[in-house]
């Protein structure tokens, strides 16, 4: 080992680049915190490259004074916070002092400023060598401030081996850029990469520009399915969009957080959202939201984490139950029928009916609400209501229908005596292992006689297995049999999602869908799957487009289409409260009888139980 010596500020700043600046995303972050604590109102961010040749991050902030600006570049040095009180209830989003020093010990870094309205006066800073000495000479620029980095990582070749390509480290900066553009609505944002405008968010000061930033970021769908939020208790302010259920997303891709005006990702958080989607939201599903906690800044400690993605509440406990008792309330306000939109406040709460409630809500949500989305044609008989006998034909015919379907062009284990019309039992007088159906209970459960005893069936995790090998089979085999739409279905997507839906030119024929790109931010769905004619098809192109985007590579694709017909079996199976009829059900019990694994549902439940004569006799005690 050689003698302890004194690291070079650069040296030492690359450390500590380590921490804070992961990819070219991760400067365009620090980059507009800056700014945005600067008082920006107009933020443009110019990439080349991905970030990787050039990320450029102009405002019109305060700007920095001239004498500041050696120090603005060194380590430890901040114009945000004095003293220990002033860390413990933070008001901007940085206050560590490192920012700019480590950006600019791994790239080449120019920051000009000026902090008048003579363009005249603004001067540019550089700096240089182990030293990092720094360098200022007079540079016109408005008021305000830009800083530039080109050449990211080009002296630590390890981590400039880590930058993904060009499209990848683009995505990841659009995704930092939304994220505050989320957090801060009275700031605007222009987007450019490689001289292409991307973004061009004004700075909002109505509602309605408020909820276009909303579709604008996270997809016109979201908003037109979002319930607002409003809710108050004590100090604790909630308030934001949550999609209903019916909206959930097959990856945690659409969850924004804010805590005080930063995007924070917090297991607390999660947890709590979470818990109150429980008993709304499919199994595996994950909600979309995009909300806003408020709590006093002493009660919070944002300095845990060194890119301050993670803080920690006082009141952990009481953070966790406001959150979940506020989106419990809120969803279970949804209903059919109700007003969707709603808003909700804690009873005790002063805000109900205060203009800020009301405010953010000329929505198009009451339009589009409801549960069901009200494309699938079984949600009609959803609910404790008696179904009228419309809808209970409405759901038979849709039933029969998919259960031809679903008959026809696959390769049928279950051979061709299963039309729900055939008389169960016709074929023998042997009693099949499940039995003959006898009555269907609240809608959920078949209740059928074998030689055994009692089998009771869960019939929506029993179709759904059974859709889900037969698309399997049929994948395998032919393919998936398309059939194109009367009407085609456009669908509102962001650019990102057209882009890759673009892109994945062969997957979705290969699918069963035929989807074209419409513009920028739409597609058009011209054939869907035949077997899937009565699902909601939008939504099910959404999640295959964001597994797709989460994934990345193509190659993975193929490892993914079980999980996709997983999602589409799901989406494709007979809901609860569908009422049957005794050879639908009967159908329903030949097809599990043929069909592999039909013993667990897709997500492991069991599908069936048998309740033996001799278990029967235990409950009333018979025998003994
Ligand atoms: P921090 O943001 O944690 O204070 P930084 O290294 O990011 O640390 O920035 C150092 C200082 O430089 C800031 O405290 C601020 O005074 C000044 N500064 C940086 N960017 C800007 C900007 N865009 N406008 C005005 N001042 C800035
Ligand atoms: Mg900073």
Request: charged share 25%.
């Amino acid at each position: 080992m050689s003698r302890i010596h004194q690291l070079s500020p650069r040296l030492a700043n690359q450390i500590a680049a380590g921490e804070v600046v992961e990819r070219p995303a991760s400067v365009v972050k620090e980059l507009l915190e800056n700014s945005i604590d600067a008082g920006g109102r107009r933020i443009e961010i110019d990439i080349e490259g991905g970030g990787a040749k050039l990320i450029r991050v102009r405002d019109d902030g305060s700007g920095i004074e001239v004498d500041d600006l050696p120090l603005s570049l060194s380590r430890h040095a901040t114009s945000k916070i004095l003293d220990l009180d002033d860390l413990e209830q933070v008001a901007t989003l940085g206050f560590r002092g490192e920012a700019l020093a480590s950006i600019s010990s791994v790239s080449r870094l120019a920051l000009t400023s000026n902090i008048t309205d003579q363009p005249g006066n603004g001067w540019q800073a550089t700096c240089e060598g182990r030293e990092m000495s720094v360098t200022v000479t007079p540079s016109p620029h408005p008021r305000g401030t830009t800083v530039e980095v080109r050449d990211l990582f080009f002296n630590t070749p390890a981590r400039r081996k880590f930058l993904r390509a060009e499209k990848t480290e683009f995505g990841h900066i659009e995704e930092t850029v939304k994220r505050l553009a989320l957090s801060r609505f009275d700031v605007g944002f222009q987007l450019r990469h490689n001289g292409r405008a991307v973004h061009g968010l004004r700075p909002c000061d109505s509602d309605l520009e408020r909820q276009r930033r909303i579709a604008a970021m996270c997809g016109p769908a979201f908003l037109e399915q979002a319930v607002v939020i409003e809710s108050r208790a004590g100090e604790l302010r909630l308030w934001g969009w949550v999609a209903q259920p019916t909206f959930s997303r097959s990856q945690a891709d659409m969850q924004h957080f804010f805590v005080n005006g930063r995007a924070i990702r917090d297991r607390l958080v999660s947890h709590a959202v979470r818990q109150a989607f429980q008993d709304v939201l499919y199994h595996g599903r994950h909600p979309a939201f995009v909300l806003y906690l408020e709590l006093d800044p002493a009660n919070v400690d944002v300095n845990v984490h060194p890119t301050k993605h993670e803080v920690r509440f006082r009141d952990g406990r009481m953070v966790h139950d406001f959150l979940f008792r506020s989106l419990h309330r809120a969803l279970a306000e949804v209903r059919p029928g109700a007003p969707a939109a709603s808003v909700v406040a804690e009873p005790d709460s002063a805000v109900v009916g205060s203009p800020a409630v009301q405010a953010p809500l000329g929505l198009g949500v009451a339009a589009g609400g409801g549960w069901g989305g009200g494309t699938v044609p079984w949600s009609g008989g959803a609910g404790s209501a008696e179904p009228t006998p419309a809808a209970v034909r409405d759901q038979l015919s849709s039933y029969g229908a998919l259960y031809g379907n679903l008959g026809s062009p696959l390769p049928s284990q279950s051979g061709a005596g299963l039309s729900p019309a055939e008389p169960a039992g016709a074929a023998g007088n042997e009693v099949p292992p499940l039995g003959f159906a006898v009555a269907q209970l609240h809608g959920i459960y078949i209740l059928a006689e074998n030689s055994a005893g009692l089998v009771l069936v869960d019939m929506h995790a029993a179709h759904e297995r059974i859709v889900y090998e037969r698309m399997k089979a049929s994948w395998e085999g032919e393919g998936i049999r398309s059939q194109p739409l009367l009407v085609p279905r456009s669908l509102a997507v962001s650019q990102r999602e057209a882009d890759c839906a673009e892109q994945q030119a062969e997957l979705f024929p290969s699918l069963g869908f035929r989807i074209e790109r419409a513009g920028p931010e739409s597609l058009v769905i011209r054939e869907i799957p035949a077997l899937l004619r009565d699902a909601d098809v939008e939504q099910l192109v959404r999640d295959v487009l964001a597994d797709l985007l989460a994934d990345g590579a193509s190659a993975r694709v193929q490892e993914r289409i079980n999980e996709l017909l997983g999602t589409m079996a799901c989406h494709g199976s007979v809901r609860a409260n569908r009422r049957l009829t005794l050879p639908e059900m009967n159908a329903l019990l030949r097809d599990m009888e043929a069909t592999e694994r039909s013993g667990q549902c897709n997500h492991g439940r069991p599908t069936w139980v048998q309740l033996a004569l001799a278990d029967l006799d235990k409950l009333f005690l018979r025998g003994r």
